[in-house]
């Protein structure tokens, strides 16, 4: 009897403490299910909400480029492409062989987008490959369900209808490097590209747009069930160039055969009408990628391909620069107009001899009549009177050798000596021989063919100190002064600029100018003015002098002058000025000036700066004929 209540006990107890176990598992449970369902139903419902949509950002369309009258330059074309989002497959390298099997790719791209992969957040999207045609959009979706992780979507890429003529000028796209990602999210994007040269990288954060999103409703593996909403990004803006299509295809094409550089200005405002730099490339090419055997090709080109000379390419002004020496040469009151000064062929200081480019000499010249047939003698003995200071102060006041902001990347700003430049590079002092080499464009002076230009332009628009620029208007605004008013004057004398513009139109269109044989022909009822130069590239030695110097059509290329003009148009009302550079071009009124000539008359006969609607087609056979009736060219001069 007393076992038996012993054990009802025992049990008794067990059921209690059984009761009391399962009271607080009960207790707990219901504790963390209202924790769950009260407390933190929000936070989860915000967990579950983010599980459901995924947010997307959508890239905006890149803003176009156009030239002044509305022709694009750069726009967007279609581009469907295939990419890769990493957390969707179980296996990155399998995927990627079985598509590779579809739509071969190479160990350079296998190997990029595995680095993408690696770099990125495996819900981010990484471009595969892109310009698929149907026939690798159709193996794709065929194959897809072997294909997990592979989308595919329509996209947009840069295309640059005109190719080289304009490569130099409006740059290219390419894919930004780690050092460009600034934060913006959009940069994340596959396939977004950033300006990286011209006016693609000058433009970039507006030409960009600001980017759009969509929201999408996806499942537990997430797989897309349905977009929700869709905010469109901001498409970048539409950017409006100075430029003229028609003008900029013709210069380029002048020139296409040389190494060399064209610049055609409003002289009036700085709007840059035209420029070109041969030889060039192709921005296309960079759009789908560049070959390793395609960027060998251009970076050991001697001409140099990818530089554009038009801004970059520093050449000694010559002869060009004889203008600038005689308005210092007046202002220091040196030098008068009506002074004669004989020329005998050489010019002696101390034991050192200058020659003048004629044998024999020119006789007694004034300023104008120096200018005109670009007597060295004469300009020898206006700088030695003037010193290379002065000639310094004026050039830059006539832009050369400062850093004229243009709004290209890669402008140099040349180089104009000093007596306290050379001291401080050199260590030494200036000597008086170097003034009168310097007086004649030679030395150690580098200027750019825009700046020569822009020299040219501010010398016959009154003296008033232009800037270029190719930015005419975003999104149809305008953004730069287009008056002659909006620019400040120089404080040169008009009496000084309108010798200048008397001499250089005497050089192009009197009898014994060095450019006579570059005139404009008669029927088109106009004339240009303007100077020839010629640079050495290698010192002529006594000996070849005195044997005399063989033809430059002998020498080899790299020993051949530099061939320069510059000029303006029409003579009696300046609207457009002009500089020409060839390199290793043999001589200014050969090489030079008849290429000024050809693109004036096509700037003329199209008159870019006073239309406001497209011109026509360049009248190319009109162009043909008047340069057949052109005179033969005479001998070689500066």
Not at 72 to 94: F, G, K, Q, S, Y
Not at 381 to 404: K, N, P, Q
Not at 453 to 478: F, K, S, Y
Not at 521 to 530: I, S
């Amino acid at each position: 009897m007393k076992r038996e209540r012993s054990r009802r006990a025992l049990f008794t107890r067990r059921v209690l403490m059984l009761g009391a176990g399962k009271t607080v598992l009960l207790g707990l449970l219901t504790g963390r299910l209202w924790q769950l369902q009260v407390e933190e139903s929000e936070r989860y419902a915000v967990l579950a909400e983010e599980n459901r949509i995924s947010v997307r950002l959508l890239p905006p369309p890149r803003g176009r480029i156009l030239d002044r009258f509305g022709v694009p330059i750069a726009e967007n074309r279609m581009n469907w492409r295939a990419m890769l989002v990493a957390e969707r497959t179980d296996d990155v390298a399998a995927t990627l062989a079985t598509f590779s099997n579809l739509v071969p790719l190479s160990d350079h791209e296998r190997a990029r987008i595995e680095r993408d992969v690696r770099r990125r957040r495996r819900f981010v999207p990484v471009l595969v490959r892109e310009f698929l045609d149907w026939e690798d959009m159709a193996r794709i979706e065929v194959n897809a369900p072997d294909l997990p992780g592979i989308l595919t979507d329509l996209g947009t890429s840069r295309t640059y209808p005109f190719g080289e003529p304009f490569a130099h000028l409006v740059g290219y796209v390419a894919p930004p490097a780690e050092a460009d990602l600034d934060g913006d999210p959009m940069l994340q994007l596959p396939g977004i590209r950033i300006g990286r040269a011209g006016l693609e990288r000058q433009h970039d954060r507006v030409l960009r747009g600001r980017a759009g999103k969509v929201q999408l409703e996806v499942n537990a593996v997430g797989r897309v069930i349905r977009e929700l909403d869709r905010q469109e990004g901001t498409p970048g803006k539409t950017l409006t160039t100075t430029l003229d299509a028609g003008l900029q295809l013709a210069a380029a094409k002048r020139i296409e055969n040389d190494s060399a550089a064209v610049v055609v200005l409003d002289a009036r405002n700085g709007e840059v009408l035209a420029m070109a730099s041969s030889p060039s490339f192709d921005p296309n090419i960079f759009t789908e990628g560049v070959s390793a055997a395609q960027w060998r090709a251009w970076t050991t080109n001697r001409r140099n391909p990818l530089v554009n000379k038009a801004i970059a390419g520093l050449y000694a002004p010559g002869s060009t620069f004889k203008m600038v020496v005689a308005l210092a040469g007046l202002e220091a009151r040196a030098v008068t107009p009506g002074e004669r000064i004989a020329c005998w062929g050489v010019t002696e200081l101390g034991d050192a001899k200058f020659h003048c480019w004629k044998r024999g000499g020119h006789g007694w010249l004034d300023m104008r009549e120096a200018i005109k047939q670009s007597c060295d003698c004469y300009f020898y003995e206006v700088a030695r009177r003037v010193g290379i200071d002065r000639i310094a102060a004026m050039s830059r006041r006539f832009g050369l050798g400062v850093d004229l902001e243009l709004d290209l990347p890669g402008a140099r700003a040349g180089l104009v000596p000093t007596r306290e430049w050379k001291r401080a590079t050199q260590g030494v002092p200036w000597q008086q021989g170097e003034t009168l080499v310097h007086g004649i464009g030679q030395g150690f002076l580098q200027v750019t063919p825009l700046q020569l230009a822009v020299m040219t332009a501010r010398m016959v628009n009154g003296g008033r100190a232009i800037q270029p620029h190719l930015t005419r208007a975003l999104d149809g605004e305008l953004v730069r002064g287009h008056r002659l008013e909006d620019w400040p004057a120089m404080g040169i004398p008009e009496g000084h600029l309108q010798l200048m513009r008397d001499a250089m139109a005497g050089v192009v269109n009197e009898r014994g100018g060095t450019a006579w044989a570059s005139r404009l022909p008669a029927e088109l009822g106009l004339q240009m003015g303007g100077k020839t130069g010629t640079t050495q590239v290698r010192r002529i030695t006594l000996a070849e002098r005195e044997r005399g110097l063989r033809r430059q059509e002998d020498l080899p290329y790299e020993w051949r002058h530099h061939a320069l003009f510059v000029g303006f148009a029409p003579v009696d009302q300046p609207v457009y000025a002009i500089s020409v550079v060839v390199e290793h071009g043999g001589g200014g009124s050969t090489a030079a000036a008849p290429i000024a000539r050809d693109v004036l008359i096509e700037t003329l006969l199209r008159d870019p700066a006073r239309r406001t609607t497209p011109p026509p087609a360049p009248p190319r056979p009109d162009t043909q004929r008047v340069a057949e009736a052109a005179p033969a060219p005479s001998p070689p001069r500066r």
